[in-house]
Protein backbone atom coordinates (compact mmCIF):
# COMPACT_ATOMS: atom_id res chain seq x y z
CA UNK A 1 0.00 0.00 0.00
CA UNK A 2 1.33 3.57 -0.59
CA UNK A 3 1.43 5.94 1.95
CA UNK A 4 2.30 9.36 2.09
CA UNK A 5 2.82 11.16 5.42
CA UNK A 6 3.96 14.34 6.29
CA UNK A 7 3.74 16.68 9.73
CA UNK A 8 3.37 20.24 8.91
CA UNK A 9 2.69 23.33 10.59
CA UNK A 10 6.22 24.05 11.41
CA UNK A 11 7.33 20.05 12.06
CA UNK A 12 9.51 18.37 10.59
CA UNK A 13 11.02 14.70 9.88
CA UNK A 14 8.69 12.44 9.81
CA UNK A 15 7.93 11.61 5.68
CA UNK A 16 7.12 7.76 4.77
CA UNK A 17 6.81 7.06 0.48
CA UNK A 18 5.95 4.17 -0.67
CA UNK A 19 4.90 3.89 -4.39
CA UNK A 20 3.89 7.01 -5.78
CA UNK A 21 1.25 9.79 -4.45
CA UNK A 22 -0.74 11.23 -6.73
CA UNK A 23 -2.77 13.56 -4.20
CA UNK A 24 -6.87 14.12 -3.79
CA UNK A 25 -7.37 13.17 -7.58
CA UNK A 26 -6.12 9.90 -7.91
CA UNK A 27 -8.99 7.78 -8.22
CA UNK A 28 -7.88 5.63 -5.37
CA UNK A 29 -5.89 7.50 -2.82
CA UNK A 30 -7.54 9.44 -0.09
CA UNK A 31 -5.96 12.82 1.27
CA UNK A 32 -6.32 13.60 4.71
CA UNK A 33 -5.67 16.93 7.38
CA UNK A 34 -5.44 15.45 10.33
CA UNK A 35 -5.55 17.36 13.82
CA UNK A 36 -4.28 14.87 16.67
CA UNK A 37 -0.68 14.73 18.28
CA UNK A 38 1.58 13.25 15.85
CA UNK A 39 1.82 9.66 17.13
CA UNK A 40 -1.69 9.32 17.31
CA UNK A 41 -2.22 10.61 13.55
CA UNK A 42 0.35 8.08 12.43
CA UNK A 43 -1.33 5.09 14.13
CA UNK A 44 -4.84 6.21 13.26
CA UNK A 45 -4.38 6.32 9.82
CA UNK A 46 -2.40 2.93 9.60
CA UNK A 47 -5.41 1.24 11.27
CA UNK A 48 -7.51 2.73 8.37
CA UNK A 49 -5.43 1.69 5.88
CA UNK A 50 -4.73 -1.69 7.60
CA UNK A 51 -9.19 -1.96 7.71
CA UNK A 52 -10.31 -0.80 4.91
CA UNK A 53 -7.36 -0.97 2.23
CA UNK A 54 -7.71 2.27 1.42
CA UNK A 55 -4.34 4.72 0.82
CA UNK A 56 -3.95 7.51 2.30
CA UNK A 57 -1.44 10.67 2.43
CA UNK A 58 -1.82 12.26 5.49
CA UNK A 59 -0.79 15.60 6.40
CA UNK A 60 -0.86 16.97 9.92
CA UNK A 61 -1.77 19.90 11.13
CA UNK A 62 -3.01 22.39 14.05
CA UNK A 63 -6.65 22.67 13.48
CA UNK A 64 -6.70 26.31 12.85
CA UNK A 65 -3.87 25.70 10.31
CA UNK A 66 -6.23 23.04 8.45
CA UNK A 67 -9.00 25.52 8.63
CA UNK A 68 -6.99 28.17 7.10
CA UNK A 69 -5.74 25.64 4.02
CA UNK A 70 -9.20 24.50 3.32
CA UNK A 71 -9.99 28.18 3.07
CA UNK A 72 -6.90 28.89 0.61
CA UNK A 73 -7.79 25.23 -1.28
CA UNK A 74 -11.57 26.53 -1.68
CA UNK A 75 -11.35 26.63 -5.48
CA UNK A 76 -9.08 23.35 -6.05
CA UNK A 77 -9.43 21.66 -3.01
CA UNK A 78 -6.26 19.27 -2.58
CA UNK A 79 -7.71 16.98 0.11
CA UNK A 80 -10.71 15.01 1.21
CA UNK A 81 -10.71 14.41 4.71
CA UNK A 82 -10.59 16.97 7.48
CA UNK A 83 -9.80 14.57 10.67
CA UNK A 84 -9.62 16.21 14.48
CA UNK A 85 -9.39 19.56 15.56
CA UNK A 86 -12.52 20.72 18.01
CA UNK A 87 -16.08 21.40 16.29
CA UNK A 88 -16.09 25.06 16.22
CA UNK A 89 -13.62 25.14 13.27
CA UNK A 90 -15.39 22.64 12.00
CA UNK A 91 -18.68 25.15 11.91
CA UNK A 92 -16.66 27.67 10.90
CA UNK A 93 -15.79 25.94 7.63
CA UNK A 94 -19.19 24.62 6.99
CA UNK A 95 -20.51 28.17 7.47
CA UNK A 96 -18.35 28.86 4.24
CA UNK A 97 -19.39 26.37 2.32
CA UNK A 98 -15.98 24.10 2.82
CA UNK A 99 -17.40 21.12 4.29
CA UNK A 100 -19.88 18.09 2.32
CA UNK A 101 -22.60 16.99 4.20
CA UNK A 102 -22.81 12.85 4.85
CA UNK A 103 -25.42 11.24 7.28
CA UNK A 104 -23.14 8.45 8.13
CA UNK A 105 -25.33 5.39 9.27
CA UNK A 106 -22.36 4.70 11.63
CA UNK A 107 -22.99 7.95 13.39
CA UNK A 108 -26.31 7.21 14.38
CA UNK A 109 -25.52 5.77 17.92
CA UNK A 110 -23.50 9.08 18.29
CA UNK A 111 -24.90 11.39 21.08
CA UNK A 112 -26.50 14.28 19.84
CA UNK A 113 -24.61 17.26 21.06
CA UNK A 114 -21.64 15.55 19.64
CA UNK A 115 -22.61 15.60 15.79
CA UNK A 116 -23.88 17.71 13.56
CA UNK A 117 -27.98 17.75 12.90
CA UNK A 118 -27.05 17.48 8.87
CA UNK A 119 -23.86 15.85 8.99
CA UNK A 120 -21.22 18.01 8.15
CA UNK A 121 -19.36 16.88 11.09
CA UNK A 122 -19.49 13.82 13.41
CA UNK A 123 -17.94 14.15 16.95
CA UNK A 124 -15.27 11.66 17.39
CA UNK A 125 -13.65 12.54 20.87
CA UNK A 126 -13.91 15.00 23.61
CA UNK A 127 -11.06 17.23 25.12
CA UNK A 128 -11.27 19.51 28.04
CA UNK A 129 -9.46 22.64 28.97
CA UNK A 130 -7.05 21.85 31.64
CA UNK A 131 -3.96 24.02 33.74
CA UNK A 132 -0.39 22.83 33.28
CA UNK A 133 1.60 24.00 36.15
CA UNK A 134 5.62 22.94 36.89
CA UNK A 135 6.08 21.45 40.85
CA UNK A 136 8.83 23.37 40.57
CA UNK A 137 7.69 27.10 39.86
CA UNK A 138 4.73 26.22 42.13
CA UNK A 139 7.19 25.14 44.91
CA UNK A 140 9.83 28.15 44.43
CA UNK A 141 6.69 30.87 44.44
CA UNK A 142 4.63 29.33 47.76
CA UNK A 143 1.56 28.64 45.03
CA UNK A 144 -0.75 25.67 44.97
CA UNK A 145 -1.93 24.73 41.31
CA UNK A 146 -4.31 27.03 40.13
CA UNK A 147 -8.37 26.14 40.34
CA UNK A 148 -9.56 29.67 39.02
CA UNK A 149 -8.82 31.45 35.85
CA UNK A 150 -8.34 34.40 37.83
CA UNK A 151 -5.24 32.78 39.78
CA UNK A 152 -3.10 33.25 37.21
CA UNK A 153 -3.31 37.17 37.44
CA UNK A 154 -0.98 36.60 39.98
CA UNK A 155 2.25 38.36 40.19
CA UNK A 156 4.39 35.56 40.78
CA UNK A 157 2.84 34.47 37.10
CA UNK A 158 4.18 37.32 35.11
CA UNK A 159 6.38 36.04 31.81
CA UNK A 160 5.48 32.20 33.14
CA UNK A 161 2.28 31.96 31.30
CA UNK A 162 2.15 29.89 28.06
CA UNK A 163 -0.74 29.37 25.70
CA UNK A 164 -1.10 29.05 22.25
CA UNK A 165 -2.62 31.82 19.51
CA UNK A 166 -6.17 31.06 18.64
CA UNK A 167 -5.69 32.31 15.16
CA UNK A 168 -3.19 29.69 14.51
CA UNK A 169 -4.76 26.78 17.43
CA UNK A 170 -7.89 25.20 17.87
CA UNK A 171 -7.08 24.68 21.56
CA UNK A 172 -6.58 28.21 22.36
CA UNK A 173 -9.81 28.90 20.95
CA UNK A 174 -11.38 26.46 23.14
CA UNK A 175 -9.82 28.26 25.54
CA UNK A 176 -10.52 31.98 24.49
CA UNK A 177 -14.28 30.66 24.26
CA UNK A 178 -14.28 29.20 27.43
CA UNK A 179 -13.12 32.58 29.46
CA UNK A 180 -15.97 34.36 27.88
CA UNK A 181 -18.20 32.18 29.13
CA UNK A 182 -16.55 31.36 32.15
CA UNK A 183 -16.59 35.51 32.68
CA UNK A 184 -20.24 35.73 31.77
CA UNK A 185 -20.08 37.63 28.18
CA UNK A 186 -17.61 39.08 25.89
CA UNK A 187 -17.04 42.46 27.87
CA UNK A 188 -16.18 41.02 31.24
CA UNK A 189 -14.22 38.16 29.56
CA UNK A 190 -12.05 40.40 27.53
CA UNK A 191 -11.20 43.11 30.35
CA UNK A 192 -9.96 39.70 32.12
CA UNK A 193 -8.03 38.92 28.96
CA UNK A 194 -6.55 42.41 28.99
CA UNK A 195 -5.33 41.70 32.72
CA UNK A 196 -4.17 38.23 32.26
CA UNK A 197 -1.95 39.74 29.03
CA UNK A 198 1.34 40.55 31.13
CA UNK A 199 1.36 37.50 32.50
CA UNK A 200 2.23 35.78 29.15
CA UNK A 201 5.37 34.26 28.33
CA UNK A 202 3.96 33.80 24.49
CA UNK A 203 1.72 32.63 22.39
CA UNK A 204 2.57 29.50 20.60
CA UNK A 205 1.71 28.01 17.51
CA UNK A 206 0.78 24.55 18.77
CA UNK A 207 -1.72 24.05 21.29
CA UNK A 208 -0.05 21.19 23.15
CA UNK A 209 3.33 23.11 22.87
CA UNK A 210 3.02 24.81 26.09
CA UNK A 211 2.52 21.43 27.93
CA UNK A 212 6.22 20.88 26.79
CA UNK A 213 7.47 24.04 27.80
CA UNK A 214 6.42 23.67 31.10
CA UNK A 215 7.35 20.07 31.50
CA UNK A 216 10.61 21.47 30.52
CA UNK A 217 11.27 24.28 33.35
CA UNK A 218 10.72 27.07 29.99
CA UNK A 219 7.62 28.75 31.51
CA UNK A 220 5.65 28.02 35.12
CA UNK A 221 2.40 27.39 33.53
CA UNK A 222 0.24 26.49 30.76
CA UNK A 223 -3.72 26.27 29.21
CA UNK A 224 -4.09 23.81 26.70
CA UNK A 225 -6.04 20.24 26.53
CA UNK A 226 -6.23 17.78 29.27
CA UNK A 227 -5.44 14.47 27.65
CA UNK A 228 -2.48 16.78 26.24
CA UNK A 229 -1.28 17.24 29.70
CA UNK A 230 -1.24 13.75 30.55
CA UNK A 231 0.35 12.52 28.38
CA UNK A 232 3.49 14.69 28.85
CA UNK A 233 2.55 13.39 32.28
CA UNK A 234 3.49 10.06 31.19
CA UNK A 235 6.14 10.47 28.65
CA UNK A 236 7.95 11.37 31.85
CA UNK A 237 7.30 15.30 32.85
CA UNK A 238 6.96 14.27 36.35
CA UNK A 239 6.98 18.09 37.60
CA UNK A 240 3.73 18.78 36.07
CA UNK A 241 0.50 19.55 37.43
CA UNK A 242 -3.40 19.18 36.01
CA UNK A 243 -5.62 21.17 37.86
CA UNK A 244 -8.98 23.02 36.36
CA UNK A 245 -11.19 26.16 37.08
CA UNK A 246 -13.53 25.74 39.58
CA UNK A 247 -15.90 28.32 38.19
CA UNK A 248 -15.89 25.68 34.90
CA UNK A 249 -14.10 25.09 32.15
CA UNK A 250 -14.45 24.71 28.38
CA UNK A 251 -14.17 21.28 25.90
CA UNK A 252 -14.11 20.12 22.01
CA UNK A 253 -15.87 17.79 20.20
CA UNK A 254 -13.09 16.65 18.61
CA UNK A 255 -14.66 16.02 14.65
CA UNK A 256 -14.33 14.43 11.34
CA UNK A 257 -15.93 15.88 8.07
CA UNK A 258 -15.41 15.37 3.95
CA UNK A 259 -14.27 18.51 2.56
CA UNK A 260 -16.33 19.64 -0.03
CA UNK A 261 -15.20 19.21 -3.64
CA UNK A 262 -13.51 16.20 -2.60
CA UNK A 263 -13.18 13.94 -5.74
CA UNK A 264 -12.97 10.36 -4.03
CA UNK A 265 -16.44 10.88 -2.42
CA UNK A 266 -16.90 6.86 -1.83
CA UNK A 267 -13.86 6.73 -0.17
CA UNK A 268 -13.78 9.70 1.54
CA UNK A 269 -17.29 8.49 3.08
CA UNK A 270 -16.13 5.22 4.05
CA UNK A 271 -13.36 6.88 6.32
CA UNK A 272 -16.39 9.05 8.12
CA UNK A 273 -17.79 5.95 9.02
CA UNK A 274 -14.29 4.07 10.30
CA UNK A 275 -13.97 7.42 11.71
CA UNK A 276 -16.70 6.98 14.66
CA UNK A 277 -16.16 3.99 14.69
CA UNK A 278 -15.13 2.50 18.50
CA UNK A 279 -12.01 0.87 16.77
CA UNK A 280 -10.96 4.26 15.29
CA UNK A 281 -11.87 6.16 18.41
CA UNK A 282 -9.82 3.38 20.68
CA UNK A 283 -6.54 3.89 18.19
CA UNK A 284 -5.43 7.17 20.70
CA UNK A 285 -4.54 4.66 24.04
CA UNK A 286 -2.32 3.17 22.00
CA UNK A 287 -0.02 5.55 21.27
CA UNK A 288 -0.88 6.90 24.77
CA UNK A 289 -3.16 9.93 23.90
CA UNK A 290 -6.06 10.36 26.12
CA UNK A 291 -9.36 12.04 24.92
CA UNK A 292 -12.40 11.02 26.22
CA UNK A 293 -14.32 9.25 23.22
CA UNK A 294 -18.01 9.69 21.80
CA UNK A 295 -19.21 6.32 20.69
CA UNK A 296 -21.08 4.31 23.55
CA UNK A 297 -18.97 0.90 22.89
CA UNK A 298 -15.55 2.79 22.19
CA UNK A 299 -13.49 1.90 25.82
CA UNK A 300 -12.12 5.34 27.04
CA UNK A 301 -8.36 5.86 28.27
CA UNK A 302 -8.62 4.75 31.55
CA UNK A 303 -6.22 7.65 32.67
CA UNK A 304 -8.65 10.30 30.79
CA UNK A 305 -10.16 12.76 32.67
CA UNK A 306 -13.82 11.91 34.77
CA UNK A 307 -16.28 14.44 32.85
CA UNK A 308 -19.00 14.63 35.45
CA UNK A 309 -16.85 15.29 38.13
CA UNK A 310 -16.01 18.90 36.40
CA UNK A 311 -17.52 21.95 36.30
CA UNK A 312 -18.10 22.43 32.29
CA UNK A 313 -19.45 25.79 30.99
CA UNK A 314 -22.48 25.34 28.47
CA UNK A 315 -20.17 25.87 25.58
CA UNK A 316 -22.20 25.78 22.17
CA UNK A 317 -19.90 24.42 19.20
CA UNK A 318 -22.50 26.17 17.01
CA UNK A 319 -21.94 29.35 18.47
CA UNK A 320 -18.31 28.99 19.13
CA UNK A 321 -17.86 28.56 15.39
CA UNK A 322 -19.86 31.32 13.80
CA UNK A 323 -18.27 33.96 15.92
CA UNK A 324 -14.81 32.28 15.80
CA UNK A 325 -13.54 34.58 13.98
CA UNK A 326 -15.49 38.14 15.23
CA UNK A 327 -14.02 37.01 18.74
CA UNK A 328 -10.41 36.35 17.09
CA UNK A 329 -10.82 39.64 15.74
CA UNK A 330 -11.16 40.88 18.71
CA UNK A 331 -8.34 39.27 20.35
CA UNK A 332 -5.75 40.57 18.19
CA UNK A 333 -7.59 43.93 18.15
CA UNK A 334 -7.75 44.74 21.93
CA UNK A 335 -5.43 42.32 23.63
CA UNK A 336 -2.16 41.41 20.91
CA UNK A 337 -2.54 44.97 19.48
Not at 56 to 81: H, Y
Not at 168 to 181: D, K, V
Not at 185 to 202: A, T, V
Request: with cysteine.
Amino acid sequence: MKKHWLLAGGLTGLIALGGCSQGADSGGTLTVYVGFQEDHAVAAIDKFTEETGIDVNMVRMSAGEILAKVRAEKNNPQADIWYGGPADTFVAAQKEGLLHAYQSPEADVIPDEYKDSEGYWSGVYVGVIGFATNQNFLDKNGLEAPTSWDDFLDPAYTNELVMAHPSSSGTAYTALYSILESKGGDDPGFEYLSELHPQIQQYTTSGSAPGRMVGLNEAGAGILFAHDIIKYQEEGFEDIVLSFPEEGTGFEIGSSAIIEGSKNEELAEQFIDWSVSPSAQEVGKTTNNFQNLTHPDAEEPEKAVKLDELTLVDSDPLEAGDRRQEIIDRFESDIIK
